[in-house]
């Protein structure tokens, strides 16, 4: 065998029909003896074998029509992509909006602390007074 992929189409291979092989054995019982085979008949028909036809080569105006669907599906890409974009930035802005409400909520828990040790601290200035 040759070391060359095969030039013919898959659809041609897959479209090729298997062939019929009609196999009888004739009845015997088990003596270890060469069991008799009638002849075998392979039946292909020409209706079976697929028809190729070649492309006719694009006219310019299907050329054309091919370009604006082409045209039309970037176009249609970049919108989404634009509002992808609107979005993610959307998310971003969110997160910011979460991220300063995180650091106001922490400013706020750290100044309710600074009072509470200023307040115990001023308890203890109290209580060490006659």
Do not use: G
Not at 35 to 46: L, P
Not at 90 to 98: A, P, Q
């Amino acid at each position: 065998m040759s070391d060359r992929a095969s030039t013919t189409p898959l659809s041609t291979i897959s479209s090729i029909k298997p062939l019929e092989i009609n196999c009888e054995v004739s009845e015997s019982s088990v003596d270890n003896k060469p069991v008799a085979v009638d002849t075998i008949s392979i039946k292909q028909t020409a209706e079976d074998i697929p028809i190729l036809k070649k492309k006719p080569p694009a006219s310019p105006n299907s050329f054309l029509s091919e370009l604006t669907k082409l045209l039309q599906l970037k176009k249609e890409q970049m919108q989404h992509n634009a509002r992808f974009k609107e979005k993610q930035c959307n998310i971003e802005e969110r997160k910011i909006n979460l991220l300063e409400k995180e650091a106001d909520i922490r400013m706020e828990a750290l100044q309710v602390e600074v009072e509470h040790k200023c307040l115990h601290f001023r308890v203890d200035l109290l209580r060490q007074c006659p």
